[in-house]
């Protein structure tokens, strides 16, 4: 499929089904926090984890001198 259908096949559908305002501004902030993210990869965020506010590769965090802990999980990330 192209990425479009993918996008709204996986848009969280409780937003769309409930019209829930809350969930919404939840799914634009966490979009937001993950701006340099395609759509695709932000609504998978979202799916994941809707508090998550920065998003990266391990070894980016560790390139900034940033730790993460251990046994932490990362997000995965739909591809085409």
């Not at 848009?11 to 966490?30: A, G, H, M, N």
């Not at 990266?56 to 995965?76: H, L, N, Q, T």
């Amino acid at each position: 499929g192209d990425i479009v259908e993918i996008a709204v096949t996986h848009f969280p559908q409780s937003i769309v089904r409930e019209k829930d305002i809350k969930k919404y501004e939840e799914y634009l902030k966490v979009s937001g926090n993950n701006y340099k993210y395609p759509y695709i990869h932000q609504i998978s965020i979202y799916n994941m984890d809707p508090k998550a506010t920065a998003c990266a590769e391990f070894d980016y965090w560790k390139s900034i001198g940033r730790s993460v802990k251990r046994g932490e999980k990362g997000i995965p990330l739909r591809y085409r």
